[in-house]
Structure formats: C-alpha cells, structure tokens
C-alpha cells in the first residue's frame, strides 16, 4: 500500500521538477498489486450506545474467525467508540427489534459490526 509519507515524496519531486515515469509506474504497481483486503470486527456491547461496554468480541481476519482474548483486559476496545476512534467504521448496528421484549432474548440484540480495509 503507498503511504502518505512516499506520496509526499512523490510531491516533493513534483514540485523540484524530478518526477519521472519509473516514479509514477511505481505507485501504479503498488496499487493494483496490493488490493485491500477487509477485516470484520464483531462487537457484542452491554447496550446499544457506541461508548458501551464491550462484553464480547471476535475478528474475522485474513479468511480466519479470531475470538478476542478470554481476559477482557487484553482486548484492543473497551468500547464501539474506541474502536472507531481506532479507524474501524460501523456497518452494522445492533437490531432495535431484538430487543423489545425484556423477557425474551433474540440473539445478540446489542451487536455492533464493524470493517476496517488494510
């Protein structure tokens, strides 16, 4: 993936008028040959406020299911909001619907998922 830190390299040329092909050609090649790949990170939170305690989680990562450490204090967030403030972006929030009846549980009603492309 080309970084900030070579595309300003990339400008500096530009702007000293030493940019050349090979320069351009390199970035075109880092880009087609490293495609993103997307991470899923499954969040089950106490509520559903993003600034919610994590009570669960797991990380679908390179074609694997990763569950979280069984020590909560070794998980990366405490909470949605830790996460996004880590670049995660929320896809999908918690289902409303599953949890209008106190009584009854429908699967994990306070589920955040969230994607993050590496």
């Not at 997307?38 to 600034?51: E, M, W």
């Not at 669960?56 to 020590?71: I, R």
């Not at 405490?78 to 972006?89: K, T």
């Not at 999908?92 to 998922?113: S, V």
Request: contains cysteine; proline residues 3%; aromatic residues 6%.
């Amino acid at each position: 993936m080309v970084d900030k830190g070579q595309i300003q390299q990339w400008l500096d040329k530009l702007r000293a008028g030493m940019l050349v092909e090979d320069d351009l050609q390199q970035a075109l090649n880092r880009s087609n040959d490293e495609a993103k790949r997307q991470r899923l990170l499954y969040l089950h939170a106490r509520t559903t406020g993003v600034d919610s305690e994590i009570l669960g989680m797991a990380l679908v990562e390179n074609g694997q299911v990763l569950e979280g450490p069984d020590d909560p204090t070794e998980w990366p967030y405490n909470s949605v909001l830790e996460a996004i403030d880590d670049g995660w972006r929320v896809i999908k929030f918690p289902e409303m619907a599953l949890l209008l009846q106190e009584d009854k549980t429908f699967g994990l009603g306070c589920e955040f998922i969230l994607e993050k492309l590496t």
